[in-house]
């Protein structure tokens, strides 16, 4: 199994930007998460999507976040326009029902906005 | 309010020691909490799941024990290697029977040969 994927890895942009961000969960799993890191608030919950629907993104800090699950594979998180505080580790986690509430995550993506 | 506490930011133990890391939490009512490690520039990596019913869990050289009444848990790793510095992030359910989970900020392990 590949586990989850994430791309891009590494992404530098200017402030004023759109980022999107990408995500491939392990298949099979019906739950998504997209996660902030920052050395100042630590791991974030920022949204989850089940069967491909959001169920919570009270995380979403404000109307520049969004994000997208079109099918069971693939999901994006994209900031329109971009800030410097954007700036963390993105990751991407992924679970099903038969993993009993244990997440799976990706690498992460590091953004930095300039 | 809600908060999940992980005591030490960083601790530092002699190889072959036990650590012991600590997450407590207020104003919770989870199902179970989990651990997870974390290297550097990697996602979080499951360790352990401990349900609410539950007193310890073991796996390899780790345990890991709940105490619903004091609202918290403890990590312990035993016999420690330099291999085992890392972040360690507790977790928990803040929703019974949703899949979501609050983590907490993790404590920075290093294990000094």
């Known amino acids: 199994d590949a586990g989850v994927i994430q791309s891009p890895r590494h992404e530098v942009t200017e402030m004023g930007q759109e980022v999107t961000l990408r995500c491939k969960p392990i298949s099979g799993h019906n739950s998504l998460f997209w996660y902030r890191q920052t050395m100042m608030r630590g791991l974030e919950l920022l949204i989850y999507?089940?069967?491909?629907?959001?169920?919570?993104d009270s995380g979403m800090p404000e109307d520049r976040f969004s994000a997208k699950m079109p099918n069971a594979s693939f999901s994006t998180l994209k900031i329109q326009p971009s800030e410097p505080r954007d700036s963390a580790v993105y990751f991407c986690a992924s679970s099903s029902s038969g993993t009993g509430g244990t997440q799976y995550f990706g690498p992460g993506t590091r953004l930095l906005v300039l | 309010s809600q908060k999940i506490e992980q005591n030490s930011e960083a601790l530092n133990i002699q190889e072959g020691k036990t650590a012991t890391l600590t997450c407590n939490y207020t104003n919770y009512s989870p199902a179970y909490l989990q651990w997870y490690r974390q290297d550097p520039g990697r996602g979080p990596v499951f360790l352990l799941l401990?349900?609410?019913?539950?007193k310890e869990k073991r796996k390899e050289r780790l345990k890991v024990t709940f105490d619903t009444t004091l609202k918290q848990s403890l990590f312990h790793i035993t016999a420690s290697q330099p291999a085992d510095s890392a972040t360690y992030l507790c977790?928990?359910?803040?929703?019974?029977?949703?899949?979501?989970?609050?983590f907490g900020q993790g404590t920075r392990l290093t294990i000094n040969p």
């Open positions: 999507f089940n069967n491909n629907v959001p169920i919570d």
């Open positions: 401990i349900r609410e019913n539950e």
């Open positions: 977790a928990l359910d803040p929703d019974q029977g949703a899949q979501k989970l609050v």
